[in-house]
């Protein structure tokens, strides 16, 4: 018998190629870690060939929004991503990048959301770069620049915007990552280490980054009342810089400001126009991030995710545990600082509303390092199949694949990635789409999705394996910026 004519066939799946083309009845073959052929390919033969009768075969799915900075260099840490189909992340979210930034003692919120203090040991980006390289990675990393990190960098008193000679040290930092394989700038505004922050200052460091080729990734400074002026300001950075921008995790939080989605898409349309931008969002009406008095008032209710002095009280509510202190929920707030949150403010509308724009990408926006952390960590792909796909038809099977694959490829200048063509890299999950749903809850968080089969990593199956993960990720040095697909 000869050599084998692929080093994988996956014979007789449903084909969703991640464009939003309707599915087809195909084989799918690899050969060194990409796709050389789709469609019929009977009698070929292959060192590892899988039956795929029944299953869907996409393109991996593609986390447009992680913090998994540091949990990428855990093995164990990536089963939350690979269970759910998962096989490549995006880092460096929020403002919040683990480079290049050495901290020794303690690390400010919400920096903390990454670790603790040894975490922070990268000076350069090209230094954290160098570890990607060198790690056994089981998941693609793709990496942005935090702006957080930046001012906690190069300020000594974040509570002011940066003068001449510290901007133009951010900025040097900034060429240099992107120099060394950085995607581009993200910002955290409404956090204490970037609120101080001028427009002009983040025009100054995403006009460094777009001009190799980056793009800017704004976590806003206001998802409550002043959401639509964040937004607006958003598109100024974009206007003046230059940089391809992306809206993080898209919402309209608290009670007061339910149905206002409506107003946000309108604002796209209007302020938007003529503008290369895209947003990101997670398929649930509770949101997550370090504990803060302004979400607490904003809330229906706030499920403490981590405490450093209590943690005993993650999975608690903050109702409960000031209730057992006999204070008020603020007191006990301030009491359980530093730690993390699940804020129930949001309406399920709005998020249907921003998850059906065309340009929306899904970030689960997970936080791996919470000990009781938000599900989306481990569901939120799958939720957006079985929920938004199956019980509500709120999209056809390939417009969902196409927002969690080639869309945010496209976006974040992955090359070869996101679909299921010849050329392409053969990341790949293998799902059944009767069966598959998110079994994660609030109260029971680490429980992993069901219905996926495999998932294939640059050609290697990482999911289900043998003990831990296999090691076939790579660090992803993305292209220039990528138009409207």
């Not at 997670?282 to 209590?310: F, I, M």
Request: contains cysteine.
């Amino acid at each position: 018998m000869g050599a084998a004519a692929f080093d994988l066939l996956i014979r007789d799946g449903t084909v969703v190629d991640g464009t939003g083309s309707d599915p087809v009845r195909a084989d799918v073959g690899v050969r060194d870690g990409r796709i050389e052929a789709v469609g019929n390919l009977a009698g070929a033969r292959a060192g590892q060939s899988v039956d795929a009768a029944g299953l869907v075969v996409a393109p991996g799915f593609i986390d447009a929004h992680t913090h998994d900075d540091q949990a990428v260099f855990q093995r164990s840490s990536s089963l939350a991503k690979l269970s759910q189909g998962v096989t490549t992340v995006v880092v460096g979210n929020c403002g919040i990048s683990l480079a290049p930034l050495v901290l020794s003692g303690a690390v400010p919120p919400p920096l903390d959301l990454l670790g603790a203090a040894g975490t922070f040991r990268f000076p350069t980006f090209a230094s954290y770069a160098r570890a990607l390289e060198a790690a056994d990675l089981t998941l693609n990393v793709t990496a942005l620049v935090g702006h957080g990190t930046l001012r906690v960098q190069h300020l000594a008193d974040w509570s002011r915007p940066a003068g001449p000679a510290e901007l133009e040290a951010m900025v040097g930092a900034m060429r240099e990552a992107m120099d060394a394989g950085a995607a581009g700038l993200s910002t955290g505004l409404a956090y204490p280490t970037n609120r101080a922050a001028p427009t002009a200052e983040v025009v100054a460091l995403a006009r460094a980054a777009a001009a190799r080729g980056g793009r800017l990734c704004m976590h806003i400074r206001d998802e409550y009342d002043g959401v639509a002026e964040a937004v607006r300001e958003g598109f100024q950075c974009a206007r003046e810089s230059g940089a391809p921008l992306v809206l993080s995790h898209q919402k309209v939080a608290g009670t007061a400001n339910r149905g206002r989605s409506g107003e946000l898409l309108d604002l796209y349309a209007r302020a938007g126009a003529g503008l290369d931008f895209a947003i990101d969002a997670y398929p649930y009406a509770a949101g997550s991030t370090v504990l803060d008095p302004v979400s607490v008032a904003q809330s229906e209710r706030v499920l403490v995710t981590w405490s450093a002095p209590h943690p005993e009280c993650g999975g608690r509510t903050l109702t409960r545990i000031a209730e057992d202190w006999g204070c008020a929920p603020l007191e006990a707030m301030a009491r359980l600082q530093p730690g993390g949150a699940v804020y129930f403010h949001m309406d399920e509308a709005d998020v249907s509303r921003f998850l059906g724009w065309d340009r929306c990408m899904v970030g689960s926006d997970g936080l791996p390092h919470d000990a009781h952390p938000h599900p989306r960590l481990w569901g939120a792909f799958a939720r957006m199949l079985g929920v938004y796909v199956r019980e509500r038809g709120q999209f056809p099977l390939q417009e969902a694949v196409r927002k969690m694959t080639s869309l945010p490829a496209s976006v974040f200048g992955l090359k070869d990635r996101g679909r299921i063509a010849p050329g392409c890299w053969a990341d790949l999950v293998l799902f059944d789409p009767a069966r598959v749903r998110d079994c994660a809850t609030y109260e029971e968080p680490g429980r992993p999705a069901e219905g996926i089969s495999r998932v294939f990593v640059n050609g290697g199956q990482a999911w289900p394996a043998h003990g831990q993960a296999e090691a076939f990720g790579r660090f992803l040095r993305p292209g220039g910026p990528i138009r409207n697909s």
